[in-house]
C-alpha cells in the first residue's frame, strides 16, 4: 500500500518567493495533518483537516501560511512570501476517524529559505 | 497549554543493553499517548497507549500507560545498532478539536 506520498522532498528558494508543498494522504484516510518540525521547537501541528474541511488551524503560524485540501486525495500547504526562518522539514501525515487513530507520516519536505 | 516531556534527552549504550524511555504529560482532555520511532525521514508509528497497565508488545519493544501519574514507559531489549533513532512520545488530546502534541524526543544511538 502507498503511504502518504509528499513533494517536493526538498526546496531551496530565495526570501520573499512563494513556496507549494503538496500532500497525498493514504487511500481511505479521512484526517490531514500539517506539522513543522525544527531544532528548536520540535513537531508542532500547523494545520488538521477532517472530510476536507479544515477543524483547526491554530498553530499555522501567520498570514504569510495557508493550506488546502479541495478533495479527499490532495492538500497543498503554501508560504507567500517565504522567509529564512520558515526553513525547517515539513510533515504531512494522515489518518481515519476523527484524529484519533494513529497517524502516518509521509517522509516529508526539506525547506531551505536562503 | 499542552505538554510533553521525555527524558533522557539522549542516551547511548552497547548492543544488548535494555534502555527505557520516559514520557511525562500534562494536557487537557487526555485521548491516547502514543510513540513514534524516527530514522532519517518520516516518524513511523510503535505503539498507541489509552488505557493504564495494559502493556503493548511488539518483539522487542514494550510500553505502558500510567493516567493517574501522567506518564509512560517505553522499554527496548537487546538493543541492536537497528534501533538508533529519535524516539518520540505524542499524546493525543481534544475532543472534535483532537490535535497530537509531540515531546522533544529522546536521540538512542546504540553502538556495536
Known amino acids: 500500500d502507498a503511504g502518504v506520498i509528499q513533494s517536493p522532498r526538498h526546496e531551496v528558494t530565495e526570501m520573499g518567493q512563494e513556496v507549494t508543498l503538496r500532500c497525498k494522504p493514504i487511500s481511505g484516510h479521512n484526517s490531514l495533518f500539517w506539522y513543522r518540525q525544527t531544532m528548536m521547537r520540535g513537531l508542532e501541528l500547523l494545520i488538521y483537516?477532517?472530510?476536507?474541511?479544515?477543524i483547526d488551524d491554530s498553530g499555522m503560524p501567520e498570514d504569510r501560511f495557508s493550506a488546502k485540501m479541495p478533495n479527499a486525495s490532495f492538500s497543498t500547504l503554501k508560504i507567500q512570501p517565504s522567509e529564512p526562518r520558515d526553513s525547517a522539514v515539513y510533515f504531512c501525515?494522515?489518518?481515519w476517524g476523527q484524529g484519533n487513530q494513529p497517524q502516518h507520516f509521509g517522509d516529508g519536505t526539506r525547506l531551505s529559505i536562503l | 497549554e499542552d505538554k510533553v516531556v521525555q527524558s533522557p534527552l539522549s542516551l547511548v549504550v552497547h548492543e544488548g543493553d535494555t534502555v527505557t524511555l520516559n514520557c511525562s504529560y500534562e494536557?487537557?482532555?487526555?485521548?491516547?499517548l502514543l510513540w513514534y520511532k524516527q530514522e532519517k525521514k518520516a516518524p513511523t508509528f510503535l505503539f498507541m497507549l489509552?488505557?493504564?497497565?495494559i502493556e503493548k508488545k511488539s518483539g522487542r519493544l514494550s510500553s505502558i500507560l500510567d493516567k493517574k501519574e501522567l506518564f509512560s514507559i517505553l522499554n527496548i531489549t537487546a538493543t541492536q545498532t537497528g534501533d538508533s533513532a529519535v524516539y518520540l512520545c505524542a499524546v493525543g488530546s481534544g475532543g472534535s478539536n483532537y490535535k497530537l502534541t509531540f515531546g522533544k524526543g529522546t536521540l538512542l544511538t546504540v553502538n556495536p
Open positions: 489509552t488505557s493504564s497497565g
Open positions: 501525515a494522515s489518518s
Open positions: 494536557v487537557t482532555n487526555f485521548r491516547s
Open positions: 483537516f477532517n472530510n476536507n474541511v479544515p
